[in-house]
């Protein structure tokens, strides 16, 4: 049985949002990014157990807590520890739902990280993983770390396992300043995975795995001409770019701009972009948000620069 | 049309062995390897085109230029450059055929390396890339640059792209001590190729392409214990390991005797593995080959520490 810290009654943690797949690094790999997060608040409670007080902006997501992102890890978390109190719960949801930006895993992230600051001996960053994955899975289906990871930790992830956790932080260069614009539109996380042809030639592995190969070697020797070269999607994006209206426009905004490399942003329907230099990425984000509009969307965008930080605890009272 | 430097009659080039795919990089990962290589001589002849005079030691390998994988990318090397003088060529093959060790490339690299060191003005790497590939070609049947990279360069190459060329040099780290076991037994590339399932299942990519990701990553960093951790084959080892009478003891010894990693090298017989020190590596050697003498073959074995050399010119006549 954990103990909690005396005197602590309510704790909000903060957790990014995130651009997972990278193009190259499907259901592995994730990078976090700055101007959208999930907070989520845990108010010791005298009653028992878990109960989520409120959802906002109010977004239709269950209030059940055993259903919700951002409270099925903290149920088992509890469970686990032995932990006694109860906890009211108010989530705010920063990042849109359905979006691709890893909305899920900044819910499951940030209720697992606001309880840990209750703990007198916190539990691991692997521990932490691990319960933020149970509560991901809810949304997604399937245990994968590409956002709950980065979510967590901040930075370019590499989440070579998820059962052991095994990350890697790969070394994001500092000058790769990343677009992410988010359409008015939604795609269903479970969904998209569904579409998923689940066999693949070897040729397509051969010639995915190394880009992937090129794109860690890039981010270690700071090569961002490499990193243009590399940074594209053959396998994934194709079968899913069918799920976003003005994709190809999207990305060829993108590319006209300069990009590195542009893709889906996790199941989408967000698409990213990596550009050299501030200039470009603006330029890259207005064009884009024009060509998610020509398809009928309205768009919003964000530049994140270098490495952004991962979740953190933002209030304790 | 280039012009040979006047005054130089004879050049011999060495290229050393290579371990291909190195379990995680099938196609695009391979390194060179100390202690057997392969020998091109050219001395320049009156009559035009390539003859080659013979091959030592007698293996039975074709004098037909176009046939031969030492010579076929000489001659469109030389047509290419237009280049008249003719040469007689002597191959000598340090390299046991079909042995898994790269013998094929060797040939080819060398006989380009001496050729190039013919010319007033020697084409670019990309170039020798280029030709020794054509030479490659008629061994492998597909043009593929895991051996011929590395024999040219030296070092662990991973070779993102053979059309254009394009190669990355990982660093190796130094403690590296790379064992090679070759077993008297010839396993045929195409063969070994042909019986390859030519799809698979998303999810093998995954993790395939986690533990590729996670090598390039841990060169990097120099960090021998993670190397440990991806060194291994689920995809194509357990489809040509029927290949190699023995195997699983061979492995098995490697393993016991400490290896980070141990797989097939190349299409095999031959099998290599990685170990931290060279008192593991030689215990490791000593039981691989006593777990192949148990199978019925006998068997030779070499250990490489860190980074070695590629092609070099040997002699000047």
């Known amino acids: ?22 193009a190259v690094g499907f259901d592995i790999l994730g990078m976090a990014i700055d101007g959208a997060g999930d907070t989520v608040t845990l108010t010791r409670s005298q009653e028992s157990g878990i109960r989520i007080l409120e959802v906002k902006p109010a977004t239709g997501l269950t209030l059940d807590a055993s259903s919700n992102t951002a409270t099925a890890g903290l149920l088992e978390m509890i469970s686990d520890l032995g932990i006694e109190s ?12 359905s979006s691709g930006m890893g909305g899920s895993a900044a819910s ?14 916190p539990v691991t960053t692997k521990e932490l993983i691990h319960y933020a994955l149970i509560g991901e899975s809810v949304a997604s289906g399937s245990r994968h ?22 990350v890697l932080e ?7 300043h990343c677009v992410v614009v988010h359409p008015s539109h939604r795609v269903d996380t479970k969904m998209a ?32 001409k490499l990193i243009g070269k590399c940074l594209r999607d053959n396998l994934i994006e194709p079968q899913r770019m069918e799920l976003i209206p003005g994709f ?44 998610f509009k ?8 964000g530049i994140s620069k270098g490495r952004c930080g991962g979740a953190r605890v933002t209030r304790r009272l």
């Open 86 to 97: 109860g906890f009211e719960v108010v989530i705010e949801k920063g990042i849109p739902l």
């Open 248 to 291: 190809m426009s999207v990305k060829k905004a993108a590319m006209e701009a300069g990009a590195l490399g542009c893709s889906i942003s996790g199941s989408g329907p967000s698409v990213f972009a990596w550009f050299e230099d501030m200039a470009s990425a603006e330029k890259a984000k207005n064009g884009m948000i024009e060509a």
């Open 1 to 22: 049985m954990r103990s909690l810290k005396p005197g602590l009654i309510e704790v909000s943690a903060y957790a990014p949002a995130t651009v997972a797949n990278l």
């Open 294 to 301: 020509a398809a009928g969307l309205s768009a919003q965008g």
């Open 193 to 224: 995975r569904s579409i998923l042809r689940k066999e693949m030639f070897l040729k397509e592995h051969v010639r995915a795995a190394a880009d992937l190969a090129t794109l860690i070697h890039a981010c270690h020797r700071s090569d961002l």
């Open 145 to 166: 770390g590409d956002n709950v990871v980065p979510a967590l930790l901040g930075g370019l992830q590499l989440t070579r396992s998820v059962d052991p956790v095994e």
């Open 170 to 176: 790969i070394p994001l260069p500092e000058a790769v």
């Open 108 to 121: 499951a992230v940030a209720g697992i990280v606001a309880l840990n600051a209750f703990l007198e001996s």
